[in-house]
């Protein structure tokens, strides 16, 4: 008899690994879950994949220039409430303007309480994340930054023409690491600081703006005619990248 | 009585975990799973083959797909088979600027070389990305009038009346007609199977042997923005790929006559864009470009360095257009050369898996 208790306990053992409902602690709070949608435009005009080559546009530094290419990466989402408690969302975002399937970003661990908060990311990779070769999705979008330059991924990919009005010539916006002497690198990632503050009170889909003009407009005024191609290898033109994307991004609408 | 119910419990215990429906299906001609060897280096660096859930890798499937693509049946008059212009020896290409057809007829494109096709997953084929997945693209030479100039009626009328065909499906594709989509489901099998993975630079990558200097240096040229900046374009290490399978106008014509993805997209902003090849095996896949107007790798390097000519819709990547082009030293184009032939997989062109 104890034969048959032993196996009966053996089997409930065997049986009794699925996966239970209340697994889960019962949360203090509901939680809701997050979608970050980004939209792009020039200076208040849409752009997306219907528009993104055919767009003629002006930037600050007065040149009338196209746009044929523009592929960004960003990272390290956190939303934080007033309490100063955050909440860090995996991933990264590749978004590519041509694909309008990628301008939606849904993470993967993502459930937070309803509140009040603001949100921030980073600018492409930061240290941790800007592995040479270490993402296949991205290298499979050859979206790597030579390894001459330090290596890792672009950030940015923006190309386009320039004084179409005239005589067009080509631009290759890209950022990345930045080469400061042979071998010498600095890392060239933003943290961006969205100052809105974000009411969630439900699950949510938080618009995130991309103002592709403010590249060429704050602090740095850009001249193309100066710095159009070849910037990658330019340690100033990185740089200066990077202090202008500060002010691309802004909070839009909350859907809940 | 204690073993009897411990005997009981366990035939009990025994039934509760035998619940598949194995033995309740009738027995029907099963093909035999063959999953895609992935090479280590693509497994470490790139996403996951695209590899169609209607479509799996199968022993028998594969074998069908060699046999038709071997297989003079496919042309109207037997004459050619898809290996006649994508020749195993050429990386499976051929030595022609276009190709010649069944009834002598020139093609306007030059045949495109086929390896790791499985890894295009944007799955746009052809030259002019016409058609979507290699199952639809299969579909095409077979009816095309410079081509195969068969219908695909011919073609199946053929393969049903066939000593070995009518088998050979049953085995891939169970029992039932043989129709056009089982055909080209067989052949695109087969074409995912030709993976090319072996060359210098990959066992470079994997550090098996060294570059030589002057291939160290190609390869600095290639990843240079302010040299060759194929990069952009055309993989790097890792991407070992070497091609971004997207559309680019690289600055051949002025006037843009063959226009390429804009046809199919009849976007004007495509005019003139042409898929970027892969840069593997170019040891065997000359003459070069959509039209293999380049007899030779030389005469590439030369039309990027300075041979670019403008139109409306050049890539911005050919940012040296108004100098015509990126201007490399003799030492440079050399070098270059040099590291572009080392993508070369000569067990690729050799793999006896991959001849008839």
New interface residues.
Partial sequence: ?K??IS??VL?LVI?SCGKDNDDNLTPAQPQVAVTFKFTHNWDGTTVNSSNL??EVVTNANGEIMNM??LRYLVSRFILTNENGDSFNFDGYKFTNLADESTYNFVPENNGIPAGTYSLKFIWGFNELDNI??AH??L????W?W???LGGGYHFL?F???YNVNTTP????F?NGTALVSADVFEQNFAQITLPSSLEITNNATIEVKMNIAEFFKNPNTWDLNVL??????NYDAQKMIQANVQSVFSLGTITQ | MTKLLTYSFLLFCFLLTACSDEGTEEYVNKPTAQPLEIPPLFAQLIINPVIPFDNPQTIEGIALGKKLFFDPILSANNTQACATCHNPQNAFTDSSQFSVGIDGNLGIRNSMPLFNLAWNYDEQFFWDGRSFSLEHQALVPVEDPVEMHNTWETVISRLQQHPEYPNLFSAAFGDGIINKEKATKAIAQFERTLISANSKFDNYLLGLVELSPQETNGLNIFMDEDRGDCFHCHGNPNNPLWTDNMFHNNGLDATITDIGLGAFTGDPADNGKFKSPSLRNLKYTAPFMHDGRFASLDDVINHYSEGLKNSPTIDPLMKKVAQGGVQLTNQDKADLKAFLLSLSDASFVNNPDFRN
């Fill in positions: 008899m034969k048959i196996i009966f089997a049986f080559q055919t044929t290419r040479d070769g296949p999705d290298n499979s979008a050859s790597n030579p390894a001459m990919q190309d386009g023409m010539l080509p631009y290759n890209h159009d191609t070849s910037l990658m290898p």
